[in-house]
């Protein structure tokens, strides 16, 4: 009997997909089929799939070609596959020609005419309206998004805003842009999303003109600084049918995803403490130093700080408690904030004028997670018990800045497919605002007490 195999996304089946599967049965006896996970996929860089697995897996079936359906899930497998089920033949289509030629060491490779005209990436296009996205700010966190956008679909960024028109239209040319404006109406008339990447203290107001004139919005971290104003926004955009996201990179990339999992899947037993640090050595000019009212080391960094506290032990801390050390401005420069559960504690650690190790540590009742330093930026973990044989290290892939992955959430949820808005909900994102004015309290306290 001859063996067939062959692997593929097959998101949105089409006739490309069947004309190949079909093509590849011929070539033998039995056709075994590969179809990737979401988080294969997502790893290699193929974001934005529209179907679930379990559909792609059907729609494979309802071919009648497949006598077998593999799930291929990690790089290195059709290697294995091969060896394990004893193929003869390895097929793909041509736009594949050359890349598995490494595979005629276990067998036959075919690549097989692609079918003109047709792919998953025109109908991903054709199926869902292009979102264009205008960016409030020209600042540095603007600067980075534009070039991370190019890698998902279904977006276009066309302008920018910015109430100093000479750093608009700067902006504007460096990006190429369509258009700049210090026009706030005249803005939200031209897009249908904006990324907010303005001073802190300008989010709440941006935010609710723009959901307010129909706009969905993406907005940077901290959303709000009080608990009100980040309820009123996130009921709005309800109201609204709009998509309300604050934008932290690191709850939406792969390995933070996978640490969650891992950590939920009780592997290291129930969780008692978790430790958060971010700190980076800022100059004396910047924003998060000079702003007197909203900078600060927690105000900057403390979202990272607080997502996997949020996220592994739940919304309902006991207690926070806030220690810091603050410039001459009134400016935080060193914070920690002190977490206490009914079982377990926390702290999350910020600095903008003192140094420490950007690591997050996980302890269990029967092991630790270490995720090494820069843990936002989730590329690897370690999951560590008593018996150091047990000990295991995950490495995961964190593609570019990382805001590919928030960008192609938020653009999912606006379509209404990939079921993302699990990995950081409205709840958190409220209870973050909460967390932050109840630090902006203790730190005017702390100023007023000097
Ligand atoms: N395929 C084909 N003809 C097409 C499209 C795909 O023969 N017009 C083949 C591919 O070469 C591959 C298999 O179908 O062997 C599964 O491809 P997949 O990557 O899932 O589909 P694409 O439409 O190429 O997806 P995308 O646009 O996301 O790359």
């Given at each position: 009997m001859k063996k067939v195999i062959t692997y593929g996304s097959f998101d949105l089946f089409h006739k490309g997909h069947y004309r190949l599967l079909q093509r590849a049965k011929a070539l033998g006896d039995y056709l075994i089929v590969g179809v990737t996970t979401e988080h294969f996929d997502e790893e290699r860089g193929k974001l934005n799939l529209i179907d679930p697995i379990i559909k792609r897996i059907e729609n494979v079936k309802a071919t009648g070609f497949a006598d077998e359906i593999i799930v291929e899930d990690h790089v290195g497998q059709k290697v294995e596959d091969i060896q394990k089920y004893q193929a003869d033949i390895f097929t793909v289509g041509s736009?594949?020609?050359?890349?598995?030629?490494?595979l005629k060491e276990y067998c036959e490779v075919i690549y097989l005419p692609r079918t003109e005209g047709i792919s998953s990436t025109m109908l991903r296009a054709e199926a869902y309206e292009l979102v264009h996205m205008g960016i409030m700010g020209s600042g540095r966190i603007a600067g980075r998004f534009v070039p991370e956008?190019?890698?998902?679909?279904?977006?276009s960024i066309d302008g920018v805003f910015n109430p100093r028109i000479k750093s608009a239209e700067r902006f504007a040319e460096e990006h190429k842009l369509d258009f700049f404006t210090d026009d706030e109406e005249e803005f939200y008339s031209k897009v249908n999303a904006v990324n907010i990447a303005s001073p802190h203290v300008t989010h709440y107001a941006y935010a609710k003109n723009a959901l307010e004139h129909g706009v969905h919005v993406l907005c940077e971290k901290p959303l709000c600084l009080t608990k009100a104003q980040a309820e009123e926004l996130y009921a709005l955009a309800k109201a609204k049918k709009l998509v309300l996201m604050e934008a932290i990179k690191t709850a939406h990339a792969p390995g933070f995803i996978r640490l969650l999992s891992t950590v939920k899947s009780g592997t290291i037993g129930e969780v008692r403490d978790v430790e958060a640090c971010f700190t980076r050595l800022t100059p004396d000019h910047l924003r998060e130093l000079?702003?007197?009212?909203?900078?600060g080391s927690f105000t900057e960094f403390g979202s990272y700080a607080i997502l996997p506290i949020l996220k592994i032990?739940?919304?309902?801390?006991?207690d926070v408690e806030f220690k810091m050390f603050l410039a001459e401005n009134g400016v935080d420069v060193y914070t920690k904030a002190y977490f206490t559960y009914p079982n377990a504690i926390a702290t999350a650690k910020t600095g903008l004028k003192v140094k420490s190790e950007g690591q997050l540590l996980i302890s269990g009742t029967k092991g630790y997670i270490l995720v090494p330093s820069p843990w936002w930026l989730t590329h690897e973990f370690e999951v560590c018990y008593?018996?150091?044989?047990q000990n295991q290290k995950i490495a995961t892939r964190f593609l570019g800045g990382g805001l590919r992955y928030e960008l192609s959430d938020f653009i999912s949820t606006i379509n209404g497919?990939?079921?993302?808005?699990?990995?950081?909900t409205a709840s958190e994102s409220i209870a973050m605002a909460e967390i932050m004015e109840k630090f902006l309290a203790a730190r005017k306290q702390m100023q007023e007490a000097k």
């Open positions: 736009d594949w020609t050359g890349k598995f030629d490494y956008s190019r890698f998902v679909s279904g977006l000079t702003d007197t009212e909203c900078g032990l739940g919304l309902h801390y006991e008593e018996n150091r044989e497919y990939g079921k993302s808005e699990f990995k950081l």
